[in-house]
């Protein structure tokens, strides 16, 4: 793919490392790519960061027809620049665009575009412990009209930012609020996507968590309002005795990046693991019982997040004394090596950007 | 509200009126109004129609918070400009922004809004038959940034098209797919909504249809996967025997201003109307033994739209005949002569644009 490229005149001033926070600044360029019916993806270019003019009447702005990806630039202890596992959220954006019937991006042409656009801006990768550039590409539909189908043109952008902790926590335990009004996804809907209406949707019952002195929502199914589906921006997994359990990937659970390199390495480490319908009932009584023993999140964003309590309709659990838990620990501690180089990728999960 | 205006420098060529479609032109001018947390709604002003300059990391275009609305503006006879139940959409709008955790245009304001641009832009409402200006106000996220919350700053927008029939057929019976592995809506989700959310869903269920020979989509509830609940962008009503039937306002499908102002009449003129659960079974069933007289769609965009023909799993269904009904045609000159100010209003629903 030719890639041209247009300099900022100016370059802003980088941010202080240690206190980054989460999305809150963005880099000096961004990438851009176009598709068109008679041109299919054309035109990619690296620009300077900044507005995209966009009629009234465009259909991302009405319809939603949009979908985007999240994941991560690292420092090495030898300074190289590694992505994890890109490939996968290619991939995931294919299967995002197809259900929304928007262009799809080839798999070679986003991970080469992710590849160019963080080398470009490589000054930007911050280097301070637990930092690292996190990588936002989005489509959406671009053209301009009322009727509801596939748009004739969309816009494929990635644009960069420098992070710290997800979670003001840190890697401290978070509390979850099962949501047991609001719905995220339903089978046949489009809960195995990061379509952005999925996320539009989940902001009501964010909130009412927030209110309510909790972090984030823990998701039940949308058909029997039982099963325990993912957690905000995250996978969720629980140990109960010595098993771990998780949802199975069935249409309206996200198939995160995350979840799925933390079950090769428990599976690697000779844990059991259960992809299957785990009822809200079900996990109450294990915390009542202390049959849970630790819970967490998977997530791009937060890595591995403890989690420290549930309440679900006034009921709280608390699991493992609100403390970190081994296993929890141990794998934040090996995802997170692997990711940054300090420890041996032995699964061949990083890509070194050269 | 105080209202400040730009005017354009060059008009643009007003379209054949016998040829507009369905949302191809847009008007000279458009209205917008900002909100953020500070000053909350400010700065109204009608503006040239033209694009709106936005940072990639703008909320609406992660995580689809938007809403819209549609309605539209007729001549009648007099050659007055007159509105249908124009307070209708904004309530609906204030509903699906509440979801959405957006902020909220008050009702006054956004009528006093629809109104201002439809008198300044009034050269453009057409008067050939079965014409008029669609009005499509939109509210959307405008803070940049990729934290998962409610944005800190919208803009209310409102472009107008000069429309014509939403269906090429025209008010002829059109065929209906119905859907039985995508899902639109559940309870607990946004289905009550105009976010743009539901309409990326909506779109591979009716490429498909499409791709099969039918107009839209009939759309089964998403728990049982049984329940007849709407078409595409219109409620639908089935006149079963001597009763009308159509679905219960439960939180899955949109409450339509035209549904709502159809069962008036129906009940003004003495019908038996149920707003209940009907089975795709029982509907299917007096499709075969001839129990289902008359079938129609309403909304806005297409006011009544009969339908001929039902396909589910394969089995078809012609409705009188893939004739429009005796009480569907009736129900469109009754509604149509009222929204163009043919018939008395004596439901006092039409607004006049002074
Ligand atoms: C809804 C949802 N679930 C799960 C995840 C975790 O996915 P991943 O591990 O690929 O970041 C994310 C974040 O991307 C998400 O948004
Ligand atoms: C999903 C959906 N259902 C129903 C309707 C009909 O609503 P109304 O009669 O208010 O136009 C519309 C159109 O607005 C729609 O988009």
């Avoid at 930007?124 to 301009?144: D, G, K, M, Q």
Wanted: aromatic share 10%.
């Amino acid at each position: 793919m030719e890639i041209k490229i247009e300099r900022a005149k100016t370059l802003k001033q980088k941010p202080d490392q240690n206190n980054l926070g989460f999305g809150k600044y963005f880099t000096d360029h961004m990438f851009m790519i176009d598709w068109d019916q008679d041109q299919g993806w054309h035109d990619a270019r690296i620009v300077p960061y900044g507005p995209i003019p966009m009629d009234p009447a465009t259909m991302v702005l009405h319809y939603a027809q949009e979908t985007f990806e999240g994941l991560k630039a690292y420092r090495n202890p030898n300074g190289d620049i590694l992505l994890f596992r890109p490939e996968m959220n290619a991939r995931r954006m294919i299967n995002s665009n197809k259900r929304i019937c928007m262009a799809e991006l080839p798999e070679e042409m986003f991970v080469e575009a992710v590849e160019a656009i963080v080398k470009y801006e490589q000054d930007w990768i911050p280097t301070a412990p637990n930092t690292s550039l996190y990588i936002r590409p989005v489509t959406f539909a671009t053209e301009a009209g009322v009727g509801v189908h596939p748009a004739k043109s969309y816009k494929f952008v990635i644009i960069l930012s420098p992070v710290g902790n997800y979670y003001p926590e840190g890697v401290n335990p978070v509390k979850i609020w099962v949501e047991d009004e609001f719905v995220r996804a339903v089978k046949g809907g489009t809960g195995f996507t990061k379509c952005g209406g999925n996320y539009a949707a989940s902001i009501a019952a964010q909130v009412k968590a927030e209110q309510n002195g909790y972090t984030q929502v823990l998701w039940l199914d949308g058909v029997h309002r039982k099963y325990v589906e993912e957690v905000g921006t995250m996978n969720v997994m629980f140990l109960i005795n010595d098993t771990v359990v998780t949802a199975a990937l069935e249409g309206s659970v996200l198939p995160g990046v995350t979840r799925d390199s933390i079950i090769h390495i428990l599976k690697d480490w000779g844990y059991k693991v259960e992809e299957r319908d785990l009822s809200i009932d079900e996990l109450m009584e294990a915390g009542r019982t202390g049959a849970l023993k630790e819970a967490w999140g998977t997530g791009t964003a937060a890595v591995i997040s403890p989690i420290g309590e549930l309440c679900y309709k006034g009921e709280k659990v608390t699991i493992n004394g609100f403390e970190t838990g081994e296993l929890t620990q141990k794998l934040y501690d090996t995802l997170t090596g692997i990711q940054w180089g300090r420890l041996e990728d032995k699964y061949h999960w990083t890509k070194l950007v050269k």
